[in-house]
């Protein structure tokens, strides 16, 4: 029967797969090498465990693996073997060994009078380039329903449920809580009804019939199984890095990034005359200008930390992979963005009356129009007016990016962290639109089921702090965007009027700015111009 291998322990705490001997579908001897591996230390062989066929492989070349993991699904030869003799003697119990072959799991599920059969399932396409198991909501052995939620996932930017593709069992996971995936990893194996299945018609026919019928089906059987695990783990794409651990060594001590290194040796490994040609070539190269590194990852050599406790009592609490990133990608941008911040106010006296006239209107609907949304409204049409906000310049600044559609981003606080959801085409939405896509998105991304295509492609961010206070702030450009608008709390403020003092309520507006791209003086049109939308929202029309 099939079973699913794990990872030996390896002497080691990980190591990487830098080649896979034997293809899915190929019949294996015990000790044989079946795929390479390479710890910081050595490359060591893996042997196969057993004789058997080797139905598909749970691992990719160049994934990091540790002792535990799942590694591959091997049909054992004994049980295709074993089978001819059990229908021979016992014509009445031919469906179970013809159970047992099509099944790709040690434990098979509880005998019925319908066929059923397993196939691996694959990291389905998650939007962005990996994510984290952070939760298996499903326990193996378990029977699940179609779209029912089985695991959760999160990325850099958002937490997802991954659903059920279909009813089945869940026979086992290919993943661990923690491990980083990404789209065709295999994931999990599922036992579903076989369509058409053929298990009834022989237990409902003759005597004889089954016993004629059996060694064709048990031949077919492993091939099907083969088929559909092989084509729901696609083969790994991409060369790998191969390099022994001298090499390894040297490049760290040469602050080399291996991946970038062509390599001369068999099958492409790196050896030490690359690294050095590698290293002499680049020292050969003129020294980058400083918009060719807008891109690049940060490198701070950081002193060490110090003892805290010494002070007293530290607890640390673990951040999730979103605040993580995020302060990542805040970090970066800080450092690539030279932004200045414009302030500035704008009097929503009139706006705010006209929000209330219509609030109610838009309860009805189920809807919430709340300033931000006013604001998203005036601000997309003003980056029609003013494309250069609505742009971003280009990795080598020479060429400035100009978008010819408008997505807006809207940051939201959430308790996994800050998310920015985008309103993809805002300058087409009316006004109740925007208010039910933000509304839905804002709810998705407090639940944890942003989906990541519905936080990608802004071309301009809005942030508001209107609800918590605060007079005024600097928010932080959101490379590659060149601008990002930050909201305070309104409050009534004495205007003069030319002949006295009146009050207006009087909304901040902090506009954070890429230098590079918006001189000081059009950052200043930008917010007065706004400030004459919201004054008076009927413009808009005009």
């Not at 390479?38 to 994934?63: C, N, R, T």
């Not at 091997?74 to 049980?79: F, K, M, R, T, Y």
């Not at 179970?96 to 019925?112: K, S």
Request: proline letters at 7%; a negative charge.
């Amino acid at each position: 029967m099939a079973t699913q291998i794990a990872v030996p322990d390896l002497g080691v705490e990980q190591a990487e797969i830098i080649e896979l001997l034997v293809p899915a579908g190929a019949t294996v001897k015990k000790d044989q090498p079946i795929a390479v591996l390479e710890s910081d230390k050595a490359s060591l062989e893996l042997p196969a465990s057993e004789d058997g066929v080797l139905v598909s492989w749970a691992v990719k070349v160049g994934q990091t693996v540790k002792a535990g993991d799942a590694l591959l699904v091997l049909d054992a030869a004994g049980a295709a073997a074993a089978a001819p003799a059990a229908v021979a003697s016992a014509p009445a119990a031919v469906a179970e060994p013809v159970a047992a072959v099509v099944a790709a799991v040690a434990a098979p599920a509880p005998a019925t009078s319908a066929a059923t059969t397993s196939q691996a399932i694959a990291v389905p396409d998650l939007g962005v380039e990996q994510a984290e198991i952070i939760e298996l909501l499903v326990a193996a052995g378990a029977t699940v329903k179609k779209d029912q939620p089985i695991a959760v996932l999160e990325s850099d930017k958002a937490s997802l449920e991954l659903p059920a593709t279909e009813d089945g069992v869940l026979v086992s996971w290919a993943v661990k809580v923690g491990q980083a995936v990404k789209a065709g990893d295999a994931l999990l194996v599922l036992q579903t009804a076989a369509a058409g299945a053929a298990a009834p018609v022989v237990s409902a026919a003759p005597a004889t019939a089954p016993v004629a019928a059996a060694p064709a089906a048990l031949a077919a059987a492993p091939a099907a199984v083969v088929a559909t695990a092989s084509a729901a783990v696609p083969a790994a794409s991409g060369a790998p890095c191969h390099a022994g651990p001298a090499v390894r060594r040297l490049a760290r001590e040469l602050g080399v990034d291996l991946p970038q290194v062509p390599g001369s040796g068999p099958k492409g490994r790196i050896v030490k005359d690359d690294l050095h040609a590698w290293v002499k070539q680049r020292l050969a190269q003129p020294v980058a200008a400083p918009a060719a590194a807008a891109g690049g990852g940060l490198n701070l050599d950081l002193p060490p930390e110090p003892d805290y406790s010494k002070w007293g009592v530290i607890e640390l609490k673990p951040r999730s992979r979103i605040q993580r990133k995020s302060a990542e990608n805040l970090a970066r941008s800080a450092l690539i963005v030279p932004q200045v911040t414009q302030f500035d106010l704008a009097d929503i006296t009139e706006l705010e009356a006209f929000r209330i006239s219509l609030r109610d209107s838009f309860k009805k609907d189920g809807l919430s129009l709340t300033m931000t949304v006013l604001v998203a409204k005036a601000v997309a049409y003003l980056l029609r007016e003013m494309p250069v906000f609505n742009s971003s310049l280009s990795r080598d600044g020479e060429n400035l990016v100009v978008k010819d559609y408008v997505n807006l981003g809207i940051a939201v606080d959430t308790p996994n962290g800050l998310l920015v959801p985008v309103l993809h085409n805002a300058d087409r939405m009316s006004l109740s639109e925007m208010a039910r896509k933000l509304g839905e998105l804002s709810e998705q991304a407090r639940t944890g089921k942003l989906p990541p295509a519905a936080m990608q492609g802004a071309t301009f961010s809005i942030s508001s702090l209107g609800g918590i206070g605060g007079t005024a702030f600097t928010p932080l450009v959101n490379w590659p965007e060149v601008g990002i608008l930050g909201l305070s709390r309104a409050s009534q403020q004495p205007v003069w009027d030319g002949k006295g003092f009146v009050p207006r309520l009087m909304l901040p507006l902090s506009l954070s700015y890429d230098h590079r791209v918006i001189d000081g003086a059009i950052a200043a049109r930008f917010t007065s111009r706004l400030a004459v939308l919201l004054a008076d929202i009927r413009r808009l029309l005009v």
